[in-house]
């Protein structure tokens, strides 16, 4: 076998024998037995997943980590389904899938020897001579078209995708929830934004995730370079997931994650409850924003200076925001003892 092949099974009681057997078909192996190790491999909470959604996952994590072109995966949660997963070469991608049924074979030995044979079977149709065909794995296994997040995401196929910063890469797994999310542009993502994170992490009591929306309101879609250029920002030394969505308005944001709370600046503070976003229309406005209340959103608006390119700009708050009164209790302060930061995206984009 190849020395670049990768392979992880994520597994309770494994054989000690089917460690050693797969341990020899694979370079660089990874064997995962409890869910705190699944948690810490992934660098999220996946232990919601299973089957073939949780193969796809440890496979695209392996593939990141070791920067290798074949990748197996067997998920066997009670030792009686086995889920098991390739990846193709790159850059052509493709999974290639099987579930297999233990109790159809009866002793653990002959478990170990069915499962090893057929991990062994399929890497060497991948790794021979023969084109990577389902002609060439045989009908027992599935093919399935690889597709990236940001693809999904930008078919609408998903509703958001989540950076993973630990291994730099998208994934359409992540739940969220229990979080205060922190929407922007981030063009650039500098020290104010990370002072208030950990502002709003402090008074909410909650993990902060960032958001950054392929979309915006005022300046329309972003190409795919800008996209991965704003992520790359974000890295595992910083601490902190960033979500990716297609959401440009700030109340269908919401409805992506109903109870979450958001931390935002008094300018986004101020267009979300400018009627031109809501078709100059008080009333729809009203009806987009008020079932946020009633999902327990809450928006945490921390003040910024009106024109930090110059010294004149007044420092501006909640209170210079004209909210509705029934949409009141939806938007909490950020005192200013706790953050203030005169800096911005376009001061830093101007001396640059």
């Known amino acids: 076998m190849s020395s670049v092949i990768c392979g992880v099974v994520y597994a309770s009681h494994v054989p000690g024998s089917l460690v050693n057997r797969l341990s020899k078909l694979f370079y660089h192996f ?15 909470d996946a232990t919601w997943l299973s089957g073939k959604d949780l193969a796809v996952e440890l496979a695209d ?46 002793s653990p030995c002959c478990v170990v020897d069915c499962i090893s044979s057929i991990v062994e079977g399929a890497l060497d149709s991948l790794l021979g001579i023969h084109s990577n065909s389902m002609e060439t794995m045989g009908e027992d296994w599935q093919m399935i078209p690889f597709v990236s997040p940001l693809e999904r995401l930008l078919r609408h196929q998903i509703p958001y995708c989540v950076w993973l910063p630990k291994y730099q890469r998208l994934s359409c797994f992540p739940r969220l929830q229990n979080v205060i999310i922190f929407p922007g542009s981030f063009h650039p993502l500098h020290r104010g934004h990370i002072e208030l994170a950990k502002a709003a992490g402090q008074l909410s009591q909650r993990c902060v995730v960032f958001e950054l929306s392929i979309e915006n309101a005022d300046k329309g879609k972003w190409s795919k370079s800008q996209v991965m250029e704003r992520l790359s920002q974000f890295t595992s030394s910083l601490g902190y997931l960033c979500v990716l969505t297609v959401e440009p308005l700030f109340y269908k944001k919401a409805q992506l994650f109903p109870g979450a709370f958001f931390v935002v600046g008094v300018d986004t503070a101020q267009r979300m409850v400018d009627l031109k976003y809501y078709n100059h229309n008080y009333q729809e406005m009203i009806t987009c924003l008020q079932p946020l209340m009633e999902s327990g959103t809450k928006i945490l608006v921390a003040g910024r200076i009106q024109d930090p390119c110059s010294n004149t700009g007044r420092y501006l708050t909640l209170q210079d925001v004209s909210i509705p009164w ?25 001396k640059a």
């Not at 003892?337 to 101007?350: A, H, K, P, Q, V």
Request: charged share 15%.
């Open 30 to 44: 990874h064997l995962l037995e409890t869910e705190q190790q699944l948690v810490d491999f992934l660098s999220y």
């Open 61 to 106: 994590t392996v593939a990141h980590i070791e920067s290798q072109a074949f990748v197996s995966t067997l998920v066997g949660t009670d030792q009686h389904i086995w889920h098991i997963l390739l990846l193709s070469p790159q850059p052509e991608r493709k999974y290639y899938y099987r579930c297999w049924n233990a109790d159809e074979v009866g």
């Open 326 to 350: 029934t949409l009141q209790s939806l938007f909490y302060p950020i005192p200013q003892e706790l953050f203030r930061c005169d800096i911005s995206s376009t001061m830093l984009r101007n």
